[in-house]
C-alpha cells in the first residue's frame, strides 16, 4: 500500500488556474490578505503484495471505513496449502527433535538391559570354570593346559561382553549426541520461520483498512484478476486533505508554520478554520517568465494548511476557496 501524489498535469492545470484568478483579482484590490486556493487531497492506495482473482470486495465508493476494516480479499487457495505444509514439516521437526532428546525406546533399552544380565550370567560361570579349571591343574592327570587356557580366554570374554553392554546401556540412556540435538533444534527453528513467512502470506491475501477515511474508488470488480502490488482500494484519509494556495514573494515573509488559517468555501455560511502545515522553500513564476527585477512580484510560493479531522472531512478535493491567513477577518 502507499500513499498516492496529485498528478502533476492536474496540479498544474489547478495552479495556472489559481495564478491567473490571483492576478486577476489582485487588480482590483490594492491591499488584501485574501488569496484564492483550491483543496487537495492525498489518497491511500491499498494493494496486496501478491496477485489472485478479486474474491471479495467488502466496501462501496463513498463509504466510510474505520482503521481495521476488512477492504477485500484475493483468492488464497495456494497460500493455504503452503501454510498447511510449512506447519506439518514444523510438526515433524518437532517429534524428531523429541526423539533426539529422549535417546532410545524403552523397548530397545530392555532389551540392552537383558543381554546384560545375560552376559554377566556368562561371566560369574566362566569365573567358576576358571577357577576349577586351576584347581585341577595341581591333580595329575586331572586337566590338561589346553582346557585351562579355553577356561581362562571365556572368562576374559564375557568380562569383555559384560563391559560393552553396560556402555551400549549408558549410551542408550544419554540419548542423542550434543550436536545432533543442536541439529534438530535448528531445523525446528527453521520450520518455524517458514511457518511465519506462509502465514504472513496468507495474510497479505486480505487487506483491511489502514487508516480511517472515505472510500474515494474501487478499481476491480469481484472475479477479475489482480497482479501483484496493483490497488484495488483508494482511501482518502481526512487528515491527508488540506487546502493549497500560492502566495506572492512580498508576502510570504509574513506567513509562518502554524499560523492561522481561515477559509471561505462557496455555498458554506462563515468560515473553517485551519493552520499553516507547509511553506514551499522554492519559488515558482506565474506565468513563466525571464527573471528580472522589474517582475519579481510575479514570483510566488506554494503553502498548504491543514485541518482538524471534522473539518477536513467536509473539503473535497478540487473545491475552490478563499484563504486569509495570519487570522484576518
Known sequence: ????????????????????AMV????????????????????????????GALASLSVRRGEQVNAGDPLFSLEQESEKAARDEAAKKLSQAMANLGDAKKGKRPS????????????????????????????????????VELEVDRAYAAREQNQERVAQLKADLNTALLGARVDQVAAAEA????REAALAGAEWALA?????????????????REGEWVAAGR??????????????????????????????????VDG???????????????????????YSQENREKLVFMVEALFDRDTARNLHPGQPVDVRFNGAP
Open 187 to 190: 531445523e525446528v527453528h527453521a
Open 108 to 143: 530397545e533399552i530392555e532389551s540392552l538391559r537383558a543381554q546384560l544380565k545375560q552376559a554377566q550370567a556368562a561371566f560369574r560361570l566362566s569365573v567358576q570354570e576358571a577357577k576349577r579349571q586351576e584347581g585341577l591343574k595341581s591333580l595329575p592327570g586331572a586337566a
Open 231 to 264: 490497488p484495488v482500494v483508494v482511501l482518502l484519509p481526512p487528515d491527508h486533505i488540506k487546502v493549497r494556495t500560492f502566495v506572492s514573494e512580498t508576502k510570504i515573509g509574513t506567513i509562518k508554520l502554524g499560523d492561522l488559517v481561515k477559509i471561505t
Open 1 to 20: 500500500m502507499g500513499v498516492g501524489r496529485p498528478g502533476t498535469t492536474e496540479g498544474l492545470i489547478l495552479a495556472i488556474t489559481l495564478v491567473i
Open 268 to 290: 458554506v455560511q462563515g468560515t473553517v478554520q485551519g493552520k499553516v502545515g507547509f511553506i514551499s522553500p522554492r519559488a515558482e513564476y506565474t506565468p513563466p517568465v525571464i
Open 204 to 220: 497479505q491475501k486480505r487487506q483491511a483498512a489502514p487508516k480511517t477515511g472515505l472510500v474515494f474508488d474501487t478499481l476491480y
Open 24 to 51: 486577476q483579482a489582485g487588480c482590483g484590490r490594492s491591499s488584501s490578505d485574501q488569496v484564492q486556493g483550491y483543496v487537495e487531497g492525498e489518497y491511500v492506495y491499498v494493494a496486496s503484495p501478491y496477485a
